[in-house]
């Protein structure tokens, strides 16, 4: 049986030491730590999520702008909003809550953020850095999935290391923080083919598919480390994620459950990144 990665405990760590750099910086520098979380339109996640990065910033005593704009906000008037953010000085981080809707490009809104505030590391500067591994920002998600494999104590170092899953925002990044760790690397999508051989090879599976239960205990290496980055819903309407929890933990020596693994290290993730992003705009980093 599998022992279970626990998330709240690895992100509450993470938390926990932002918190106290944060109260560092405010002591010794009289230094403020800002986040700016932009909302457009009434969807009900978004507005979970942007609740949650709220209380979060909270939590670790930063001060949070929240800018939550009409549906019918035009893409100007939002580029214009992030200019205005990228200038004023308490502001360290930006956030855009995505998606937006249908009328503006994200892509044009997230190339306007200053990079230096790109607490996302969407922006094509901090995607090339990461390319380059000489990055300020790691990607959140996959940030999270690396703190909690570390936890575990695995040396990825020359593992086989399989992702599952090739978006900009998890699949993509994940493969080259495996990569820059000496990790030996393999991403799937939805075109490859003999998915459950490749998987079998796998010392290390993360899984970020969007498919509730897809990754199933027959296709796991007895032993392997497996990290469920998905956040799916089941027949019954529960969160659960791409792994077949239950046969999985059969074959792995460490897990993720959903919810409680991945899900609560992207908001930890974040808040690393904009006190990073604060004690470089003050020339500490
Ligand atoms: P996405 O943009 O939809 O990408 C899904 C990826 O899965 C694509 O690359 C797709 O391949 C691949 N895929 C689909 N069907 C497949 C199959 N049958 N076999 C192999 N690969 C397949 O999704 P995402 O944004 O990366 O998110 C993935 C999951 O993670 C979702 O459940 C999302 O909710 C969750 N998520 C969680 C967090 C968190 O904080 N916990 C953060 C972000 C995302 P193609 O490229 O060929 O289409």
Redesign the pocket.
């Known amino acids: 049986m599998a022992n279970i990665i626990d998330g709240k405990a690895v992100s509450a760590a993470v938390k926990a030491e932002v918190a106290k750099e944060t109260a560092k910086l405010r002591e010794e520098h009289g230094l403020k730590v800002g986040l700016a979380v932009v909302i457009v339109g009434n969807d009900q996640a978004s507005r979970v999520y942007v609740n949650n990065k709220k209380k979060a910033c909270e939590a670790v005593g930063f001060q949070s702008y929240e800018y939550a704009l009409d549906e019918n906000t035009t893409q100007e008037q939002l580029l214009d909003l992030v200019e205005v953010l990228n200038r004023d000085d308490k502001i360290n981080g930006i956030l855009v809550q995505l998606p937006l809707p249908p009328h503006i490009d994200e892509k044009a809104v997230i190339n306007t953020i200053s990079p230096e505030k790109d607490v996302d590391a969407f922006h094509p500067v901090n995607v090339g850095k990461i390319m380059i591994g000489d990055y300020s920002f790691l990607p959140?998600?996959p940030a999270?999935v690396m703190r909690l494999i570390e936890s575990t104590g695995t040396d990825i170092t020359g593992k086989n290391c399989v992702v599952?899953?090739?978006?900009?925002?998890?699949?993509k990044p994940q493969a080259m923080l495996l990569l820059q760790k000496n990790g030996t690397v393999t991403i799937?999508?939805?075109?490859?083919k003999n998915?459950k051989e490749i998987c079998l090879g796998a010392d290390i599976l993360v899984?970020?598919?969007?498919?509730a239960k897809?990754i199933t205990g027959d296709m796991i290496k007895e032993g392997a480390v497996v990290i469920d980055?998905?956040?799916?819903r089941d027949e019954n309407n529960k969160l659960c994620?791409?792994v077949d929890f239950e046969s999985a933990e059969k074959r792995a020596s460490y897990i993720t459950p959903?919810p409680g693994?991945?899900?609560p290290?992207?908001?930890a993730m974040l808040m690393k990144n904009t006190l990073t992003a604060a004690k470089q705009q003050a020339g500490l980093e």
């Open positions: 959140c998600t999270g599952i899953g090739r978006s900009n925002i998890v699949g799937c999508h939805s075109k490859t998915l899984v970020a598919i969007g498919r897809f980055v998905g956040m799916d994620g791409d959903v693994g991945v899900g290290m992207t908001i």
